[in-house]
Structure formats: C-alpha cells, structure tokens
C-alpha cells in the first residue's frame, strides 16, 4: 500500500510539471501581452508611445526576456509558494487571490456535498423501485438540471430570491461584509448567498450521478448473491447496503477526480454571472488581459484540485474495493 | 461681484488684454466672507465632530483654504443641504475606481454646466494675450487630505522631478506640456504661483487641465519624495524596492503614486473623497476629505456625503441590482434597454429613472479603414462615391425604431446641435434611406458586374463581402450590422461580422488587415472651437479610419504612413491652422473640418442620441433631472458636482 501511494505521488510530480508548461504556453498563446493591451489604452489617452519608452516598459514588468527564462522565472517562483506578479492588479498573486481561493474551496466543497446528498438516496431510491412513478419523477428532475442552461437558471434564482427573501443580488454575501473580517452575522450572510450557486452547479452534476448509480445498483440487484441474500431472510434494507450498493459504488467514488475539476470550471461560468468573489471571475479577467502570472496561478490552481482529486479517488477506490490490484500489471 | 467666466468659446479668449481668466469673483468671496462673518461658527460637520472635539482635527475653518471655492448654488439651480450618509453606486470592474475621480470632478479649471472654464482647484489663472503664457495661481492655505499644505512646490515636484526624471519618465513630459517641439518653461514665481509659458501659444493647456482624465500636474510632493531617489537614501530606498519585489524605485514611485487610478489609500489627495480600501475588493469606500477646498454659500464645507461606496458587480447583474434597488444613483452599465424594466419597478424602489442626453456624437458608427493594405479594398474604401453609397444604403430610421422605441435620432458621426459648430447639414449628409442612389453611385464607380447571388463583384473579380469588426463588447453593435446587412443586399454588397476582443481588433486596424469596424462615434458631440478636433483630423492611431496616418502623425513620421487624399491632407492643413490661430481661426478651421468630414463620410454615422438612464433615489436631492451625460466635457455626473448632492432624510 505504501509503494503504491508514493508512486502515485512521484506520478503527480511529472504530470503537474507538463501542465505547468503547457498553460503557460497557452496563455502566451494568443497574440500580444499584458503591455500591449496597456499600451493601447496609452495610446487611447493620446500619448505619443515611442520605442524608448516599450522597451522601458518591457525591462519594467520582465517581458523582454525570452519565453523559456519568463517560464522558469515563474515556475522557480511556484516550488518556493511565490506565484509571481499581477500586472493588473500591481500586487503579488498572493495577495490579490486573498479570500477568494478560500470561498472557492467553500463554494466547491459544499456543491460536491450537495451533488452526493442530492443523487445518492435519488440513485438508491430509482434503482429499488425502478419504473415506479417516483424513479421517473425524480430522474426528470435530474435531467432538468443538466439541461438547464446554468447562467438562465442562476438569474431566475437570483431574482426570486430577491423577491421572496430580500436577498441582495449576486455576491456571496451582503455588500457590507465584503472586506470585513469574519462573524457570525457574515458566515450567516453567505450561508445566505451559498445555496443558490450551489443548486444552480450542482443540479447540473446530479443527474449523471443518479443514472450512474441506478444503474450499477441495478446491474448488482439481479445477481444471484442477491437473490440468495433474500432467500435467506435477510431484510431488503440489510441486503441492500450490505451488498450490492458496495460494488455499485465503485464508479461512484470513481468520479471523484472527474467531478472536481468539472465543478471548479463549471463554477467559473455561474460565478461570472452571478458576480461571486471566488476565483473564477478573476480568472477570465486575467485571461482576457494577458495578466499571465495571474492566470496561470490559477490554472495550476485547478490542475492540482484535479491531479488531487485523482488521488484521493484512487486512494478510496483501493479502500473500498479489494479485487483492486495495487502493482497494476507487475503481479501478473 | 460678479465673477468674470470667459466662455470656453468665446471670442476674445486670448484677445482680451491681461485677460483675467475669471479671478474667481473676489467679490463673491468676500460675500461668503461676510456670510461666515455673519455666522462665525460654521456648523462642525457631524462626521468630524468626536475628531475636532479631541482635537485630532482642526475645526472647519482652519481646514479651508483662505479662500475657498464658493459654488454658485443660485446659478446651478441647486438647494442647501444637510451633512451625512453614503452613496451607493456599482461598477463594473475593480478597475473602474478611478469614475470616483471622473464623478468628483476637482480640477485645476473645471467645465461648469454651461461648459465656461473656471478656476476650481486654482483660486485663479491669468493668461496673457498670446496665448502662451499660463499664471496658475494656488489658494492660500489649501491643504493635502493629510493637512500639508498644497504650494508651487507640488507643481514643481511634477515638472522637475517625475516626468523630466529619466527613469520616472523616459520619454519625457506629455505631450500638451509641448508646442511643437519645445517643452513648457516652468518658473515658481512665489510660494502660491507658478508660470507654464512656451515661444508658441498652446491651445491644449487649458482644455487638457479640464480634461474629464486630467493630467495632475501637480503631486503631493512631501509625500512622493520618501520614494524618491533625489531625496532618498539608495540604500534605503533600494530596501523598500526589495521588499516589495519590484525593478526598480521609478516602479515603486509610479506605484505609489497614481492620483487617477487611486491604488494607494495613503497619498494624499484634493480630492471630495479618499478611498479607503485596497485592492483586491469588490467593493471600495471613499471617505469625505477633512480639507476639501469647496463651500456652498453659507460657507458649509462640501461635501455633504459622507461616505461613496463603489460596489463592483458583473455588468450583466446590474441592470437588476439597480432594480432591486441595491444603488442610490446610477448611471454606468445600464442602456436604453434597462429602461422599461427599471421603470417599472420604480414604484417599489423608491427611486426615479431620468433619461438624460448623451455627449457622443454618435452612438455607434461604421469604419472603413482607409490604410488598410488591400490594395484594391484601399483603392475602393478611398472612393468616396463608395462610401456615400454604403451610407446611403443604411436604414436608419428602421435601427431607431427596432433597437432604440424611436427614441434616437439618426445622425452622422459629428458634433450635436448643443455644440456652437453644429450645422444640419453635418447630421443630415448623405443618411437618407436610398437605395436607388446608392447603387447608381456604386455602378458609377464601376462595380457593375455581379455574381450568381446578385453580389458585386470588385474589380479583381472577389465578391464584394465587406467584413465588419467589432470589439465582441456591445451586442447592440451586432444587432445593428443584422439590420446593415439587410439593406446592404439590396445594393449588391454582403455584410459579414466579425466579432473579436478590443486589443485584437486594434492591432489588425492599425497594422492594415481591417477593412471595416464599428464602433462607438465621437466623444466630442459637444466640442466647442477650444476642443482639439482630434477625432475628426488623422492625428490619432486609434482613429478606426485612419490608424496609419494617426500613426505617422504620433511617430512624427517615423511610423505609419504620411495622408496622400487631397481631403485628409486639407484636414491636416486646417489642423495647423487650428493649433496655431486664435479664437477665431480656431471656429473657421474646426468649421473647415466638420465640413470635409461632413461631405467625405470618413466615418459613417449611424444612430446618435440615444438617451440614458439615470437612477436616482427619490430622496437624492441637487442631482438634476435633466443632463448631459458625456465623458468629455462633462465627466458624467462631474459637472453637476456630486459634492453638492445631500440626503433628504
């Protein structure tokens, strides 16, 4: 179990070095930089920009040397937990990202929760009682949620939740809180503002869930062991979650590291409209004004939630089910 | 008694002899004096009291300057207030703080709202008869935000040591600080004066002073100077730069110090109000300045507001924040198409939406690029014949009703009636929906042969597909080139839309591979001859139909291309006529200028005066129903001074 976790560990080292070289590459993809979209808005105000003054500038922000020394700049920057410079922002990454990596973490965190709390007695219930009126009822339900357009859908909750509970529009917490430090009235406030980003998110997530679910569940619920369970006297509810719901949770915890990046980039979109101080908003910011250092933060930022949430499912996965073999193909 | 404004217009602004550029009334200043003689102790404002009464802050009136500017509440239509309260508004991006300096609009000389300049920061500016020659003089006794007093030495500071540094400023001091090629001469003529004077005369001081973005020539100096290398130790200096990871001390300076865009809560400042939150945040509070240097007439110390807050919110969110009445007053974001949802809930919200005109000259209009490196695109964009016609194949009157209820107008890209150069015929030229004339113009130019689809084709034989970009921020944009489109067919030409990101768009406009764009018209619907008429003459690179002229005028013809129309050479004489003459020159060669362009579409106008909306809470009193809400002049809601706006509560 030990060798298998620090290879899996050692694996992770390889994979976020490629990622990091290839979202830095990305960001520089598109044409211009940071200083050419400052320059044009110089150039906007009328000032005359000559050679001299780009060149200062670029030896100003580093953006004259070459690409592979700016990446290893960066990247020397990232082992040491320095994540570089907004240009944008003229702060440190560190501190510009403050609070919002935090809510993020919230925002995620609680709709993965609400994704699980949601679909799994869903997927239990539909499984049981397949065809029944509740198993469609509910499965449709799922299906509007991930046919909903996600931005529609958090406009509509925005505004009755306005209308029926006076909450104010979009934000994770009442205006007067922003940039006060934490009470109890400001965790109640967002605890406010939290439910109807995680819906909005989440619905889009569950469906999958509960159709993965009752159908494993399903395949599980036919076999002999279960029948034989039954002809045994075993109550339903006992056989159930003794068995066949243990192997049908396999693809469940599976999903773990898909569901977690799928969340976070998903998040990005609904936190844009719905202007929430989390990550993702900023992210498109950075990346429409080149603030690479900014942007590329942030996006190993995802790639570690995925690379970890790999790990974690896999570590769960070797827990749960023992027919896993550790060496993978060594032992044959 | 009545103090002397010399319209920013008028004839005889550099004519009149030592012409007192409106010595702000000393005899409306020695009225307030009596007022506040009258009534000796000034009410302390409620927001300072607990601080005055420890101490920690001296009472109004030592806080004001000697002479304080006194707002003429009689003239600006405007009531006594109370002191107290917050102002709640939303912007779109963190970025956009720096509206706080745009809205409070403290100036050197500031546009009143009959657009006259006057002195509001400077007690009062002489200018001699040449033109050339500018007297800046400083109140006694104003004061930084911090209590330092606000001298000739701040001014200096600004001249001398930031952007005649070579590492502050490596290409030198801006462009209005020169005529031609020689920089200002800069004297300090005493503690309170101070003398910007050029062999030449130079029309752009002034204007540039008032500037919606002014230029802030002057810096707390005894602030800045502690990350100065002039004035600091480099060792300790070098420390600080360390610390904080940066280059050099010129980025430290620059970062320190940014009176626009308001980073640093610890510079001092003129302004009405201080921020008083850092970045990141998404929402920022600017708190009243003890030192403000405006009274009203009975001599109270503006402003009444105590507090502004910029709540920042995604763009699309708050056309129903605003309705869910979440804002006191708002303007920024919202369109004509917010406007019947925030009618109606403008009995719920206690608030009233007032539709005000707008500055632009246009809403919106078509580009062609007349450097673009097509040869045969070129050859055609030239034609003039050519533009008249797609003009003339533009149903405007269909735009105004579909998109804007009717509301708008349709116009060219030119000044508005509001300005004193305003003519019909700028507005009306060539914007009649006629097809029939336009494709005789077009078969007149010789593009006669069609295709299969009754498409044009150009004399090279490629269909005439005329490939439209914008910068992918305004869908407005995109709904009008729908309606552009259809009409176009019916002239043989097919319209495509290209949408792409501001930078993008602008690199392909100015390196040629643009043929058409859209995009906002003229800022300067209001100009008057004192405006530079740089949206209208190719001075600019980032003028949509000309960025290679703009260009090679910007680079002095180091870059870019030298105008060969006969039009846009004229255009450019004309320019020099107007940077050189006096007033009255200037009104001929503006004339000259609106003219040419008026009769050569270099731009093609599409709809102008669409109205804005502007939210106000009912109990917001001073804040005008009707305006003009225009960037330049203007600077929004500036000119109607927000400093003035109190709470009837």
């Not at chain 1, 009822?137 to 509509?156: K, Y």
């Not at chain 2, 209590?147 to 001398?160: I, N």
């Not at chain 2, 700028?426 to 130019?445: G, P, Q, T, W």
């Not at chain 2, 940077?579 to 200028?593: H, L, M, P, S, T």
Request: overall charge negative.
């Amino acid at each position: 179990m030990l060798t298998f976790l620090a290879r899996r560990l050692f694996v992770m080292m390889p994979t976020l070095f490629f990622i990091s070289v290839l979202v830095f590459i990305i960001i520089q993809l598109p044409p211009g930089d940071f200083l050419s979209t400052y320059l044009n808005e110089l150039q906007a105000q009328g000032e005359a920009v000559d050679p001299a003054k780009i060149a200062f500038l670029k030896q100003q922000y580093g953006l004259d040397q070459p690409i592979w020394l700016q990446y290893f700049d960066w990247a020397w920057g990232l082992l040491h937990g320095d994540l570089g410079f907004s240009f944008e922002y003229n702060l440190p990454v560190t501190e510009v990202v403050g609070d919002r990596l935090w809510l993020s973490v919230v925002l995620n965190f609680s709709t993965v929760l609400f994704i699980y709390i949601v679909s799994f007695p869903i997927g239990i219930y539909s499984a049981t009682r397949q065809y029944s009126w509740g198993d469609y009822g509910f499965t449709l339900l799922g299906f509007l949620g991930l046919a909903m357009p996600n931005f529609l859908f958090a406009l509509i909750l925005l505004y009755y939740a306005n209308v029926v509970f006076g909450t104010s529009i979009g934000g994770l917490m009442d205006p007067e809180f922003i940039n006060q430090g934490w009470s109890f009235a400001k965790v109640m406030s967002v605890a406010e503002h939290l439910w109807a980003p995680v819906l909005v998110i989440g619905t889009s997530g569950t469906a999958s869930m509960i159709r993965r679910l009752r159908a494993n569940l399903l395949d599980e619920l036919g076999k002999q062991y279960v029948v034989t369970a039954h002809a045994k006297g075993l109550s339903p509810a006992r056989v159930l979650f003794k068995y066949p719901l243990r192997m049908a949770l396999n693809p469940f915890i599976a999903d773990i590291g898909n569901i977690l990046p799928q969340v976070v980039s998903g998040s990005v979109l609904v936190s844009v409209v719905m202007s929430l101080p989390t990550t993702g908003p900023m992210l498109l910011a950075a990346l429409q004004s080149q603030d690479m250092y900014l942007a590329g933060s942030f996006l190993m930022f995802l790639a570690l939630l995925t690379v970890v949430g790999m790990f974690v499912s896999d570590l769960l996965l070797a827990w749960l089910d023992p027919r896993i073999r550790l060496q993978g193909g060594v032992s044959q | 008694m009545n103090p002397i404004n010399v319209p920013a217009f008028s004839a005889g602004w550099f004519n009149r002899s030592r012409n007192k550029l409106a010595r702000t009334g000393l005899g409306a200043m020695m009225l307030a004096g009596i007022i506040s003689l009258g009534s000796p102790a000034q009410a302390e404002i409620p927001y300072f009291k607990d601080a005055v009464s420890k101490g920690e802050l001296p009472p109004m009136a030592e806080r004001l300057p000697e002479h304080p500017k006194v707002i003429d509440f009689t003239a600006e239509n405007k009531e006594i207030g109370k002191y107290g309260g917050d102002l709640v508004t939303i912007m779109g991006r963190s970025r956009d703080i720096r509206m706080a300096v745009v809205y409070a609009y403290a100036r050197l000389i500031g546009y009143d709202e009959d657009l006259n300049l006057k002195p509001d920061i400077l007690e009062s500016l002489d200018v001699n008869d040449a033109g050339n020659e500018f007297t800046l003089h400083i109140r006694k006794g104003h004061k930084w935000s911090d209590g330092e007093p606000f001298t000739a030495e701040d001014f200096r500071y600004f001249w001398e040591d930031i952007v005649n540094n070579d590492e502050l400023f490596p290409v030198g001091p801006p462009r209005f600080l020169f005529v031609g090629d020689e920089p200002a001469t800069f004297e300090v003529l005493d503690e309170y004066t101070v003398r910007y004077s050029w062999s030449q005369p130079n029309p752009f001081f002034l204007t540039e002073l008032a500037a919606t973005r002014p230029p802030f020539i002057y810096r707390p100096a005894h602030y800045l100077k502690q990350f100065h290398e002039n004035y600091r130790d480099a060792a300790e200096l070098d420390a600080i730069v360390k610390e904080r990871g940066l280059r050099s001390w010129a980025v430290l300076h620059t970062d320190k110090d940014r009176p626009y865009r308001l980073e640093n809560i610890e510079r001092p400042s003129l302004e009405p109000w201080l921020i008083r939150t850092e970045e990141p945040s998404d929402r920022f509070i600017f708190e009243r300045n003890p030192y403000y240097h405006r009274v009203d007439p009975d001599g109270n110390q503006l402003p009444y507001i105590d507090r502004m807050i910029f709540n920042i919110s995604n763009a699309k969110l708050v056309p129903a924040k605003v309705g869910a009445g979440e804002v006191d007053l708002q303007s920024r974001i919202l369109s004509l198409q917010d406007y019947t949802f925030l009618k109606q809930s403008e009995p719920q919200q206690n608030f009233k939406v007032n539709l005000w005109d707008v500055g632009y000259g246009a809403y919106a209009a078509l580009y062609p690029n007349l450097t673009c490196s097509d040869p045969v695109w070129r050859k055609l964009l030239r034609d003039v014949r050519f533009r008249r016609a797609l003009s003339l194949a533009i149903n405007r009157t269909e735009i105004n009703r579909v998109m804007f209820f009717g509301l708008a107008t349709p116009t060219n890209n030119t000044v508005l009636p509001k300005s004193p150069l305003f003519k019909p015929e700028y507005r009306e030229s060539y914007i009649k929906f006629d097809v029939k004339k336009a494709n005789a113009l077009l078969d007149e130019v010789g593009l006669t042969k069609r295709n299969d689809d009754g498409i044009r084709l150009m004399p090279d034989g490629r269909p005439l597909e005329v490939i439209v970009e914008t910068m992918g921020e305004n869908p407005e944009h995109d709904d009008m080139l729908e309606l552009i489109g259809d009409s176009w067919k019916q002239i043989g030409v097919k319209l495509f839309v290209k949408g792409l990101q501001r930078e993008v768009l602008r690199n392909r406009a100015y390196s040629g591979e643009t043929v058409m764009s859209i995009f906002n018209g003229v800022d300067s619907g209001l100009a008057t001859p004192a405006t530079v008429p740089a949206e209208f003459v190719p001075i600019q690179q980032d003028s949509l139909q000309w960025p290679k002229w703009g260009q090679y005028f910007q680079t002095n013809g180091e870059a870019g291309e030298a105008p060969d129309l006969p039009a846009a050479k004229e255009l450019m004489e004309l320019y020099g006529k107007w940077v050189k003459g006096n007033d009255a020159a200037r009104k001929e060669a503006w004339q000259g200028i609106l003219d040419i362009n008026a009769e050569n579409m270099f731009s093609i106008g599409l709809i102008g005066n669409v109205p804005q909306p502007v939210v106000v809470r009912n109990d917001l009193r001073n804040v005008p129903e009707k305006g003009i809400h225009s960037w330049e002049p203007g600077a929004f809601f500036g000119i109607y001074r927000p400093d003035t706006f109190w709470w009837d509560r």
